[in-house]
């Protein structure tokens, strides 16, 4: 893709993000918020998560 219509595209987005109702631009953000993973998901990956199924597994074999 050539730079040019690389600043093509992003304008054709800006202007169509623009012209939006300020409460459909509103409504999308939250909605976007809702969907995302977990801060550690997003930060860390998977290894929160293997941490802590390894860590609930040696938990039970204690007991």
């Known amino acids: 893709m050539k730079?040019?219509?690389?600043?093509?595209?992003?304008?054709?987005?800006?202007?169509?993000?623009?012209?939006?109702p300020k409460e459909i631009r509103k409504t999308k953000r939250i909605?976007?918020?809702?969907?995302?993973?977990?801060?550690f998901n997003r930060w860390f990956g998977m290894i929160p998560l293997s941490f802590q199924i390894w860590y609930r597994n040696t938990k039970k074999g204690k007991k």
């Open 3 to 20: 730079t040019n219509d690389y600043v093509k595209y992003v304008t054709q987005q800006l202007v169509q993000y623009m012209d939006q």
């Open 31 to 39: 909605e976007k918020k809702k969907t995302r993973d977990p801060f």
